[in-house]
């Protein structure tokens, strides 16, 4: 067992970090808070019932809405496949590795350890923050105004290289925006960390069955509101009120317990390719909705997901919007047919398909077609015709402005699939997507703190990316996101001192 207090201070990352010549900016690191100063905060906002709320929030974060009052481990098999239990994350922090568990716990020692990683400055995700969300709407804001506030306190004095994200709830766009306020005017934080989506009930069947009749109806039934297309609130005024405070956006949004991800057994079935779904759903319902095309100075960050998928979101977007554009989409519709030369073509060349019948030109569209290629009732209105309104789409330079300049998309260091970002000969108009560089260290698949730099430069030696895009990955990326946003962001830091005194001709490596 090593007990080291004061292990020597070598890593492979630190080493490379030593070759640089340009700072490391890592916007996804992950702490732990320490339970007995963090319940205080909370009770100082609410008591002990608040207190209470936490833990059940905590406790049953990852608990599925079935399981007959029980969790997975508390069930049989026979009882997880009767509920259809979700296996949810288990195990999902680092242990044995005692010295970086300490790390992620104790501000002072991260703050201290930060050269070992090769990192100049973090933005830190504590996992509670991601908690108060599945309380119930009366200890919702109260316990993120308190999470939020234990997090400013424990890491103001840090702030040179680490930053927390404030956590704020959606469910309402008055909600989000009185802890947005509070969070940056009142605390001082500057970044944010949403939830991508709301559970809201089917208002159809929550009329029919009303959840203080029927409650295990109102658990099993519903869909997410993911604050863009199709939403019953007007999120406008929030997306208003982030871009006028210059605030860049996150979220860590998952779909595990979605189809196809609700593996009653593995773990690991659930979770790959979860925070990529999630986050595709999240980002496609503000770009369809017309939220980046309202507000082109809106900054997210679509956290663990990696970048490969926005590269392919955004190839289809264009590919689709090339065949489905409002005048593009007139080459299906049934009015357009030609029924004479339709008839006339069955007639010269379809006597074996006839078979002795003879051509009805009144049906011959739809004989043709198939009766589900048809309208079932009348043709579509002119506003239903154009998918890509709400989004202002009149040309592919608009999806680039409202896709690749809005969103960024965090992948861990080891990930081999962000050559697809960089891959502009293979995005439409040969663009990059911007890949930002998210550790994850504090979870399950970063084991060793001082690992993912160096990871992430053996991707440039393999021949994965080149050092042009390591350095966008590792910085450049990084800092467009947040500054962009708020061009002070990195005033009174590292980073900020760093490039106060740099050379404007820096290159990737130091000669």
């Given at each position: 067992?090593?007990t080291?207090?004061?292990?020597?201070?070598?890593?492979?990352?630190?080493?490379?970090?030593?070759?640089l010549?340009?700072?490391?900016?890592?916007?996804?690191v992950?702490?732990?808070?320490y339970?007995?100063?963090?319940?205080?905060?909370?009770?100082?906002?609410?008591g002990?019932?608040?207190?209470?709320?936490?833990?059940?929030?905590?406790?049953?974060?990852?608990?599925?809405?079935?399981?007959?009052?029980?969790?997975?481990?508390?069930?049989?098999?026979?009882?997880?496949?009767?509920?259809?239990?979700?296996?949810?994350?288990w195990?999902?922090?680092?242990?044995r590795?005692t010295?970086?568990?300490?790390?992620?716990?104790?501000?002072a020692?991260?703050?201290?350890?930060?050269?070992?990683?090769?990192s100049?400055y973090?933005?830190l995700?504590?996992?509670?923050?991601?908690?108060?969300?599945?309380?119930?709407t009366?200890?919702?804001?109260?316990?993120?105004r308190?999470?939020?506030?234990f997090?400013?306190?424990?890491?103001?004095?840090?702030?040179?290289r680490?930053?927390p994200?404030?956590?704020?709830?959606?469910?309402?766009?008055?909600?989000?925006?009185?802890?947005?306020?509070?969070?940056?005017?009142t605390?001082?934080?500057?970044?944010?960390?949403?939830?991508g989506?709301?559970r809201?009930?089917?208002?159809?069947?929550?009329?029919?069955?009303?959840?203080?009749?029927?409650?295990?109806?109102?658990?099993?039934?519903?869909?997410?509101?993911?604050?863009g297309?199709?939403?019953?609130?007007?999120?406008?005024?929030?997306?208003?009120?982030?871009?006028?405070?210059?605030?860049?956006?996150?979220?860590?949004?998952?779909?595990q317990?979605?189809?196809?991800?609700?593996?009653?057994?593995?773990?690991?079935?659930?979770?790959?390719g979860?925070?990529?779904?999630?986050?595709?759903?999240?980002?496609?319902?503000?770009?369809?909705?017309?939220?980046?095309?309202?507000?082109?100075?809106l900054?997210?960050?679509?956290?663990?997901?990696?970048?490969?998928?926005?590269?392919?979101?955004?190839?289809?977007?264009?590919?689709?919007?090339?065949?489905?554009?409002?005048?593009?989409?007139?080459?299906?519709?049934?009015?357009?047919v030609?029924?004479?030369?339709?008839?006339?073509?069955?007639?010269?060349?379809?006597?074996?398909?006839?078979?002795?019948?003879?051509?009805d030109?009144?049906?011959?569209?739809?004989?043709?077609l198939?009766i589900?290629?048809?309208?079932?009732?009348?043709?579509?209105?002119?506003e239903?015709?154009?998918?890509?309104?709400?989004?202002?789409?009149e040309?592919?330079?608009?999806?680039?402005?409202?896709?690749?300049?809005?969103?960024?998309f965090?992948?861990?260091?080891?990930d081999?699939?962000?050559?697809a970002?960089?891959?502009?000969?293979?995005?439409?108009?040969?663009?990059?997507?911007?890949?930002?560089?998210?550790?994850?260290?504090?979870?399950?698949?970063?084991?060793?703190?001082?690992?993912?730099?160096?990871?992430?430069?053996?991707?440039?030696?393999?021949?994965?990316?080149s050092?042009?895009?390591?350095?966008?990955?590792?910085f450049?990326?990084?800092?467009?996101?947040y500054?962009?946003?708020?061009?002070?962001?990195?005033?009174?830091?590292?980073?900020?001192?760093?490039?106060?005194?740099?050379p404007?001709?820096?290159?990737t490596?130091?000669k």
């Open positions: 067992m090593n080291r207090l004061n292990p020597a201070k070598v890593s492979r990352s630190a080493a490379v970090k030593n070759r010549d340009h700072p490391v900016i890592d916007t996804d992950h702490v732990n808070d339970t007995p100063v963090l319940e205080d905060y909370i009770g100082q906002y609410g002990s019932k608040l207190v209470d709320a936490l833990r059940k929030a905590l406790g049953g974060r990852f608990v599925t809405r079935n399981g007959g009052g029980k969790d997975w481990y508390q069930q049989t098999p026979e009882e997880r496949a009767y509920h259809r239990t979700l296996r949810a994350p195990w999902a922090r680092v242990t590795n010295y970086d568990l300490a790390t992620y716990t104790i501000p020692l991260l703050h201290e350890r930060l050269a070992e990683q090769g100049d973090s933005v995700f504590p996992n509670d923050v991601l908690s108060p969300a599945a309380a119930g009366e200890f919702r804001q109260p316990l993120h308190a999470l939020n506030h997090h400013a306190d424990q890491y103001r004095k840090y702030a040179d680490l930053t994200v404030a956590g704020i709830p959606m469910n309402t766009p008055q909600e989000a925006i009185e802890e947005l306020d509070f969070a940056i005017n605390l001082g934080l500057k970044v944010i960390n949403i939830p989506g709301v809201r009930p089917i208002q159809a069947i929550a009329d029919k069955y009303p959840k203080e009749q029927h409650p295990d109806i109102a658990k099993h039934t519903g869909y997410i509101d993911f604050y297309i199709d939403s019953p609130h007007d999120y406008d005024p929030f997306w208003a009120r982030v871009v006028e405070l210059g605030v860049p956006v996150t979220t860590h949004y998952g779909s317990g979605w189809t196809g991800r609700s593996s009653i057994t593995n773990y690991m079935n659930n979770h790959i979860h925070f990529a779904d999630g986050s595709q759903a999240f980002a496609k319902a503000l770009f369809f909705g017309g939220v980046t095309r309202r507000f082109p100075g900054r997210l960050g679509l956290l663990e997901g990696g970048a490969d998928w926005g590269s392919h979101v955004y190839t289809h977007l264009v590919d689709r919007w090339e065949k489905r554009n409002r005048e593009a989409v007139r080459n299906y519709d049934p009015a357009e030609d029924v004479d030369l339709l008839e006339a073509l069955f007639e010269r060349h379809g006597a074996e398909l006839l078979q002795g019948r003879k051509v030109k009144s049906s011959l569209v739809r004989d043709s198939g589900s290629a048809l309208p079932h009732s009348r043709e579509p209105r002119e239903e015709l154009d998918d890509f309104a709400l989004a202002g789409i040309k592919v330079e608009d999806i680039r402005a409202r896709w690749v300049d809005s969103f960024y965090g992948s861990e260091a080891d081999r699939t962000v050559a970002a960089f891959n502009d000969r293979v995005n439409p108009g040969k663009v990059k997507i911007n890949a930002i560089w998210s550790s994850d260290v504090g979870h399950w698949d970063v084991p060793e703190f001082t690992e993912p730099l160096a990871e992430t430069w053996d991707l440039v030696e393999q021949g994965v990316i050092p042009q895009d390591f350095k966008a990955f590792v450049g990326n990084p800092l467009r996101f500054t962009e946003a708020n061009p002070r962001f990195f005033e009174g830091t590292e980073v900020g001192r760093k490039l106060a005194s740099a404007t001709s820096a290159t490596r130091k």
